[in-house]
């Protein structure tokens, strides 16, 4: 691999939206022309190719837009990324524009992560999933010096582990929809996405092929709190474990009116994001999905993790469409959680790393130091 075009902040950070690289440029930054003893940030864009189009009830796509970020610091590197799903309002420019505003070279100890993340904070507000790619390459830079996982720093068992779910979308062409329904086979919970016009359609195609548990993502596709209700009984028939976002994340009344009837439990995504929202999202949901790209990273996912529990409330761990870089590092939470939905890195054609591995259904943690990937 190449290691020319991996961009290093400063005035190069603002020219990299205008000369995007490809994956043949990506490759380790220039470790001998960092400052030595200080964090020495660098990133570059990469382009996710979708296995299959996303039907989602509100777009589809067949990319996704992400950011590869590399930290070092004495020889050491960890690696950290930022996957933008269009709906978070994050880009590559506005990736690179925030990446390009750090100077991490002020910082002479990479154990400072909730210093870097308060300065981070300082730089800019929102920019979470640029913040996740920081964030992501510090844990996996300091568990590295450490010669260990998160998730034993963490004082955390990988065998307690869930099963992750994996996504299947509705296709009306019946042999695509036949394909993707038989890709599921090595999953133990199915994720169903819904809030289309054809939920009972998808679940009714799934159920002649097989009974695993099946979970459902509405992404907010139910406008009406009585056709939410209706199908959470329905759903609940057919061996459904719970539903996620059912309606409009602004419909907190209606949600709450559906929780208190639901046979299912009620799971935030896009009503929440970050620390302060998950007692926000106790007054009208069971649980929760954390994800790195919308809590800024591991640090703050553990901190949600943690005060979810605390308040009674049910966890999800998920992830958008990233490599294994992201996935991996999710995963060493993943002991925490009641359901995994890390299926990220299997739904991409172009993954960059090796880490976590999805055995017999389950979240595996790879047992190398840091988030555990090395790039392939
Ligand atoms: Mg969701």
Known sequence: ?????????????????????????????????????????????YELQLRHAFNLARSQRTTTPDVQVQIEFDGVIGYGEASMPPYLGESVASVTEFLGKLD???????????????Y????????????????????????????????????????TTPNTSFTISYDANPEEMRKKIEETAPYKVVKVKMGLDH???IVEAFRKYSDVPICVDA??????????????????????????????????DDTAWLRERSPLPIIADEFLQRLPDVKRAAQAYDGINIKLMKSTGMHEAYQMAT??????????????????????????????VDW??????L??????????????????????????????
């Open 219 to 252: 992404n907010q596709g139910w406008n009406d709190r009585n056709k939410a209700l209706e199908m959470c009984h329905w759903l609940a028939e057919r061996n459904c474990l719970f539903v996620e976002q059912p309606m409009d994340k602004s419909a907190i």
């Open 307 to 336: 005060l979810a529990r605390a308040l009674g409330m049910k966890v999800m761990l998920g992830c958008m469409t990233e490599t294994s870089c992201a996935v991996s590092a999710a995963s060493q939470l993943a002991p925490l």
């Open 104 to 118: 991490l070279s002020q910082f002479s100890d990479p154990f400072r992560i909730e210093d870097i993340h308060e």
């Open 1 to 45: 691999m190449n290691r020319r075009n991996f961009i290093k902040t400063g005035v190069l950070g603002a020219l990299i939206a205008a000369s995007p690289v490809s994956i043949s440029a990506l490759g380790e930054p220039a470790r001998k022309t960092g400052k030595s003893g200080r964090l020495n940030l660098s990133f570059a864009p």
């Open 120 to 159: 981070m904070e300082s730089v800019a507000p929102n920019n979470r999933a640029a913040k996740a790619a920081v964030d992501i390459a510090l844990h996996d830079l300091t568990g590295k010096i450490m010669g260990q996982p998160w998730y034993k720093i963490w004082g955390l068992n990988p065998e």
């Open 340 to 345: 995994a939905d890390l299926d990220g890195n």
């Open 347 to 376: 739904l991409i054609a172009n993954d960059i790393f090796d880490g976590m591995k999805i055995i017999d259904g389950k979240v595996t943690i790879p047992d190398r130091p840091g988030i555990g990937v090395i790039p392939v």
């Open 199 to 201: 939920d009972k359609e």
